[in-house]
């Protein structure tokens, strides 16, 4: 007694499995191409960035410029601005670094136009805050070497800023030029001031200010490009090896069935 034989697929179920199979791979490969692009896109920012961060430095972009700025273009580029602080409006901004938790210390800078420039002077620990805060004793123009920053809106994840309290998660330029009063032309963008010193996490050299410690910009992209684009291309061949199979065993099937 011989065992049942399958029938061969009827045409419009054969239609509608090759369909869904051609359809598959070419959205994969789509969007394996498009993560190609975005590779691209990711490595060319990351060079740009870097010849930025090391890059002789250039006067902060004044009023002029500022409709002119964009992240792709300007962002971590090393600029140079010279005025005098406000440290009665320092302000305190949470953050985790290497050293551990505690703040960044955000201090107004009123440059030579009149605008004011916010600018990030480094992080100080938990225990020291208050005399960071309160430390007055600079007068003068500075001349002060940094990173350009974008502004940080909103707050952290599930931790909103809350100026009315004082609570600053994030370095929101307008929230907090609103909350210092300092009048409507202010720097869209602030600056991470750079360490005068060879590095963040090393001593400070003798006579040097140990807090607050400037140059802990962490500059870190994420770029996973490149596994995406595999994973997409994979999936393209499983179609293609599905559909080929398909074709094989429909060959197969009619084979028999004659």
């Known amino acids: 007694m011989y065992g049942h034989i399958p029938s061969p697929r009827s045409l419009r179920r054969l239609a509608a499995w090759s369909a869904a199979l051609a359809l598959a791979f070419a959205v994969f490969v789509a969007l394996g191409v498009w993560q190609v692009q975005r590779l691209a896109w990711k490595e060319g920012l990351i060079?740009?960035?870097?010849?930025?961060?090391?890059?002789?430095?250039?006067?902060?972009?004044?009023?002029?410029?500022?409709?002119?700025?964009?992240?792709?273009?300007?962002?971590?580029?090393?600029?140079?601005?010279?005025?005098?602080f406000d440290h009665?409006?320092?302000?305190?901004?949470?953050?985790?670094?290497?050293?551990?938790?505690?703040y960044w210390v955000l201090t107004p800078l009123l440059r030579?136009?009149?605008?004011?420039?916010l600018v990030n002077r480094g992080f100080v620990p938990v225990d020291r805050r208050e005399s960071v805060v309160n430390d007055a004793t600079a007068n003068g123009d500075e001349?002060?070497?940094?990173?350009?920053?974008?502004?940080?809106?909103?707050?952290?994840?599930?931790?909103q800023n809350?100026?009315?309290?004082?609570?600053?998660?994030?370095?929101?330029?307008?929230?907090?030029?609103?909350?210092?009063q300092l009048g409507p032309v202010v720097a869209p963008y602030f600056i991470d001031q750079v360490a005068p010193h060879a590095a963040a996490?090393?001593?400070?050299?003798?006579?040097?200010?140990?807090?607050?410690?400037?140059?802990?910009?962490?500059?870190?992209?994420?770029?996973?490009?490149?596994?995406?684009?595999?994973?997409?291309?994979?999936?393209?061949?499983?179609?293609?090896?599905?559909?080929?199979?398909?074709?094989?065993?429909?060959r197969r099937l009619r084979s028999l069935a004659r």
């Open 162 to 180: 809350d100026a009315a309290s004082g609570r600053w998660y994030s370095r929101d330029v307008g929230a907090l030029a609103a909350s210092l």
């Open 143 to 159: 001349n002060v070497i940094g990173l350009l920053r974008f502004t940080e809106p909103g707050g952290a994840f599930l931790r």
């Open 47 to 84: 060079a740009r960035v870097e010849q930025h961060r090391h890059a002789k430095p250039q006067p902060a972009p004044g009023p002029d410029a500022w409709a002119h700025l964009t992240r792709e273009a300007d962002e971590y580029r090393r600029v140079v601005v010279e005025g005098r």
């Open 88 to 102: 009665q409006r320092s302000t305190l901004v949470t953050a985790t670094t290497e050293l551990g938790s505690g």
């Open 201 to 250: 996490h090393a001593p400070a050299p003798a006579g040097a200010r140990e807090w607050p410690r400037a140059g802990m910009t962490v500059v870190q992209f994420s770029n996973n490009h490149r596994i995406y684009a595999a994973t997409w291309f994979a999936l393209a061949a499983m179609a293609a090896c599905a559909f080929a199979y398909l074709v094989l065993d429909e």
């Open 112 to 117: 030579k136009d009149g605008s004011w420039l």
